[in-house]
Structures are given as structure tokens and as C-alpha cells.
Nanobody
Framework: VQLQASGGGLVQAGGSLRLSCAAS????????MGWFRQAPGKEREAVSC????????WIVDPWKGRVTITSDGAKKMVYLNIYNVKPEDTAVYYC???????????????????WGQGTLVTVSS
């Protein structure tokens, strides 16, 4: 399984960006896909997750209203759009995939099986 994140870079505060994740080596429809981030000196945290087979999405509370997550099953792609970026959004953003869904556990809180290498987003003020 390979997850290739891209789309990071330098962006000005208030702008928007789109991160992409290309998945390969897995049956895309059987996984839940997620976006996470790790800011400098902080722990990794969940941003948003999606079930590509039915399009159901989950957005972690602090991000509601500022991100959208989508997927393209034919291309095995997952996208994260971030709006009104802030300097505190500076982080490495990772995409990840998890196969087994545990009832009662929020999708973005599952123990993800596979992780991409991350893409760095730097927001200038």
C-alpha cells in the first residue's frame, strides 16, 4: 500500500489550498481514508475522514466550516480543501487509510493502518 500526499507549499493567511492523496495497492472502497496533521512541536491530530464507498465524511470539530474532504474512487484519490488558512495551520499533513472499522469508535480516531509521507504546508501571515 502506498499513499502519496501532495499539494503542500507556502500559502498566505486567508487563502485556500487543496491537498491530494493518491492511494495504490489497496481496494480503495474497503477503506476509510483520513487526513491528519502534525504541527511543529505538537502531536499528530485528525482533521477529516471519508468513507469512499458511500461518501460519508467526518470533520473534526475545530475544522468544521474550514475544510472539505472528497474522494474519487476511480482515481483512488482523496482531497482535502482548506479554506481561510491561518499561520497555526502550518504543519505536515498526512493521509492515511484504515481497513477495520470498530463500532462506536469515531472514524477519525481509529488506529490507521497505512500512512503517507506527508506534505508540508506553511502559512505566512
Amino acid at each position: 500500500v502506498q499513499l502519496q500526499a501532495s499539494g503542500g507549499g507556502l500559502v498566505q493567511a486567508g487563502g485556500s489550498l487543496r491537498l491530494s492523496c493518491a492511494a495504490s495497492g489497496l481496494t480503495f472502497s474497503r477503506y476509510v481514508m483520513g487526513w491528519f496533521r502534525q504541527a511543529p512541536g505538537k502531536e499528530r491530530e485528525a482533521v477529516s475522514c471519508i468513507s469512499p464507498v458511500d461518501g460519508i465524511t467526518w470533520i473534526v470539530d475545530p475544522w468544521k466550516g474550514r475544510v472539505t474532504i472528497t474522494s474519487d474512487g476511480a482515481k483512488k484519490m482523496v482531497y482535502l480543501n482548506i479554506y481561510n488558512v491561518k499561520p497555526e495551520d502550518t504543519a505536515v499533513y498526512y493521509c492515511a487509510a484504515v481497513f477495520k472499522v470498530v463500532r462506536g469508535v469515531p472514524r477519525c480516531r481509529l488506529p490507521y493502518d497505512y500512512w503517507g509521507q506527508g506534505t508540508l504546508v506553511t502559512v505566512s501571515s
